[in-house]
Structures are given as C-alpha cells and as structure tokens.
C-alpha cells in the first residue's frame, strides 16, 4: 500500500480489537528495534514500575532478553505470531542478547498457547455436559409492540359434552372444541376444572421430559414416559415477537455466525422465539420421519402453539418433528436425522413422500379427462451438489430463471451469502465478464460470442460442450482437472450489498 496522509488505523484498530495481559507482542521504543516482550498487569508488575509516569492507556509490557519494564501504548505494539523467531533469526546483526529474546519469547509464545488450549478444551468439556445457557420461562412473553390477545367470556365457544361424561372433553370424546383445536375455558366449559381433559396448555400437563445428548445431532428432548398417539407432549414457549424484529434477529445471528434457530410462526404477523428465553421444547430435533407434530390451538383468545404425538411412543425416545422450514435467502441447510427417507436438506420434502405424491398424482392423471395446458408451470429444481467441486453441503443456488446450479461459498470466493437476487458466474464470459452465449457442461466456464470461438468441443457424452479444462474423450474421467480449475477460472463474483438502514434504496 502506498503511504497514508494523515492519521491511519490499522484493521485490528478499525474493527476494536484490543491487546491483553499476557500476550506476546513486539514492542517499537525509541530508536531500538522492534523487540519481543509480554503484557503485565499493572498491579503485578514492581512498584517502582508501577510509580513511573505513564499516560492514560498505557500499560507495562516486560522485555525479554534484557528483562527491563516498560510503559508503553497501543500504537507501539503489534501481536507476536508463532513463526516469528524463524523469520528474525535469518535476519544479520544480531547480538546475543536479542537472540536470547527470540528464545524466550517463542518459549514463553508456546507455553500461553498450551495453557489457552488446554483452558478451552475444559471449557469445551464442561459445555458438552450440559446445554447450552437460556432463561427458562413458563408462559409467552411478548417483546415490544407485540400484544398477547385475551377473549372476552362471551366469545368463547362452549363445547357439547355432556356433565355426566366419564371422561369429557377427552382425546376420544366428541368435544367440539377439541376437533376445532379450542381449549376449553374453565368459567364457560359445562365441566369444573378439574374434570375437563381438554385444558391442557392452562393447567400445563406436559410429559416427563429430559434433555439429552445426541449423536451427532447436539441436544435433543426424550421422553421419560411412554406416550399414545394423540397426546400432549409439551407447549413451545419463547419470545414473541413481530416480523421485523425477526428479521433482525436473524441478521444479526448471520452476522454473527450463528446457525441454530429456535423460531417457529405462530401468526402471519408474529413469531415465537425460543432462543434466549424458552422451555425444553426448544431443544426438539428436526426429523424426516418425525414422531410428533405441532399443533396451532386457541387458547383463552389467543394462539398456542402445541407438541402431540403422531404415534405411540416408548420411554427413552427421542421428540422429533418436522420442521417444515422454509429456506432464508439463498441457504440450505444439510439434515441429520438419519431417517430412511432423508431428503438431506431441511426443508426439502422427504424421498418417500415425494414418491406417494407422484403416484398420487398418476392415479388422478388416469381417472380424469386431459386438459390441454397452456401454460405449463415450471418447477425451479436446484441441483444437490456444488458445480464447482461437486460435493454437498451448504449451498448457494442461482436465482436465474431455469438454472439448476449451486455452489459452496468458498468456491465463489465469498465470505456471506450474497444479498438479494443473485445469478451464478456460469452465465457471464470467463474472459471479459459479458453475458455469455456458449457453456461448458462440466465446470462454470463459459464464453461469449467474442470468446467463443475454439474455446468448446464436443464431448463423447452425447456431444455435450467442454472446454479446454476436460478431456473431450473422458470429460468426468481422472485425467480431467476438475477442482482447481474450476474455481479458478470463476470470474470475480460481485455481490449486492445490503443497504444501510436509512439509506434510500436505488434500481
């Protein structure tokens, strides 16, 4: 870089990082060279250190080599790296006391780093015994402008159970309100409140549940009681909060790097989360083949959101259920659940039903009269696998109309998931970034007319196109290089920034 005028901050100042006690740091002192030394805590350093006359923001740092003390500030240190002392040795003019230095600093460099590491691994040990830390609440809480609706006596529904019901208002009943996921109210239901079976979210009947360790999945909830199919496992219990309060928090957990998400809809308008405040529910794995579900019940005017059964359920067991997540952005999430019929990705419908569905969808086709369509309706299919390297995971996929491609972020060279509608290099020239007219089959090279020319030939794989990256004979075989090249020859990706809020937005 060229010299800055003025006042410059280096990146570590500009993002707010700070030194701390000790770590190894090389220090810049009057005409002496750059030397290694060790911050120290005011209090523990000498008292004829501790009297010297310093500035606000200073602090003590202890030479090595000469073992001297120092006041010094930030802008005359910069962090010490573990390869330091190779790079100065091979430097001349050095004396022994400097080359004793080196010795001490990488010495005492590589016993920090061993406490460090063996201070993390019992702090990894001590989290991987219990759950993660959130505040435990009983009820919704509402957050913000968000209200918590209350119905009036009047306009709650009376069931049709009769008093002299063994059990009313049960599972097997005839309760109207139960078949229209109505909870009865105490003042208006024909039974008292200890004989009515369909208050379960008021009275908080919830199974015997306990949170455990899963393999490979995190944390997950199993039941310490056997279920029927039908019941009442738990009540999902979090935050609510409105539409544009999730979207922040979910730009401020992708910013952050976060990828667990304890949110679920409740209306079109507002959304439990069930992150920094919840119950065991929130710990509930996803599940391809899930043994439970959630229900959406009225209760006392307001929505609720319930756990039931989809089966009868042994002690011991794992509670799933099927997240239904609808993808944010450009991201897809991998699952784990194991299941047979894994689709691989949440939110992405499980191999079997799609296979019923299709059958479904055959049988109808037979029994009723052909309609000529018009319009066909085009399904928009991403494609499992990145076209760079080809293998799975999180993926990035076009929004072009008709193309199936997906890519790793880091084959695109990117660091986030670009914003807004994004289209892949596979549609821009390799050469001079115009649209392109000609594309290789096999890796996201193409060209446009004023590059196209020699740049394909025709495969043996029915004549798709490659290019000069494949074997024309064997374009999937070893010989062609596949990796490297392709996420070399990828043109610089640009990426829509988000607008600042405030910011007017532009076409």
Known sequence: METPEGAWSCSDCRAGKKPHYKQIVWVKLGNYRWWPAEICN????????????????????????????????????????????????????IN??????????????????????????????????????????????????????????????????????????????????????????????????????????????????EVIQTDGRGWGLSTNQALRKGDFVTEYVGEVIDSEECQQRIKRAHENHVADFYMLTLTKDRV??????????????????????????????????????????????????????????????????????????????????????????????????????????????????????????????????ECPKAYHLHCLNLNKPPYGRWECPWHDCSVCGAPASSLCDFCPRSFCREHEEGALTSSSLEGRPCCSSHNPASPLGSNSSLTLPRRSALSPVSVKEEPEEGEPASE
């Open 42 to 93: 005011p209090r523990l350093v000498p008292s004829n250190i501790q009297s010297l006359r310093h500035d606000v923001g200073d602090f003590p740092v202890f030479f090595f080599g000469s073992h001297d003390y120092y006041w010094i500030n930030q802008g005359r240190v910069f962090p010490y790296v573990e390869n330091d002392k190779n790079f100065v040795t091979g430097q001349i003019n």
């Open 96 to 209: 022994k006391t400097f080359k004793k230095a080196l010795e001490e600093a990488a010495r005492r460099f590589q016993e920090l780093k061993a406490q460090r590491e063996s201070k993390e691994a019992l702090e990894q040990e001590r989290n991987s015994r219990k759950p993660p830390p959130y505040k435990l609440i009983k009820s919704n809480k509402p957050v913000g402008k968000v209200q918590v609706h209350v119905a009036d006596l009047s306009e709650i529904q009376r069931c049709n159970c009769r008093p002299t019901d063994e059990h009313p208002c049960s599972l097997h009943s005839q309760c109207l309100n139960r078949m229209l996921q109505y909870e009865c109210h105490p003042q208006v239901c024909v039974h008292t409140r200890e004989s009515c079976e369909n208050q379960c979210f008021s009275k908080r009947l919830y199974a015997e549940t």
């Open 272 to 401: 439990i989360d069930a992150g920094p405040k919840g119950n065991p529910a929130r710990f509930m794995n996803h599940s391809c083949s899930p043994n439970c579900e959630t229900q959406k019940w009225t209760v006392n005017g307001d929505v609720r959101i319930g756990l039931f059964t989809l089966c009868d359920i042994e002690a011991q067991t794992e509670l799933t259920f099927n997240y239904n997540l609808h993808c944010v952005g450009n991201r897809r999430s991998s699952c784990h659940c194991g299941s047979e019929n894994c689709s691989g990705f949440l939110g992405v419908q499980p191999t079997s039903a799609v296979v019923m569905e299709k059958e479904e969808k055959a049988r109808n086709a037979k029994l009723k009269p052909k309609k000529r369509r018009l319009r066909p309706e085009s399904k928009h299919c991403h494609e499992y696998f990145c076209f760079c390297c080809g293998e799975g995971g999180e993926l990035v996929m076009c929004d072009r109309k």
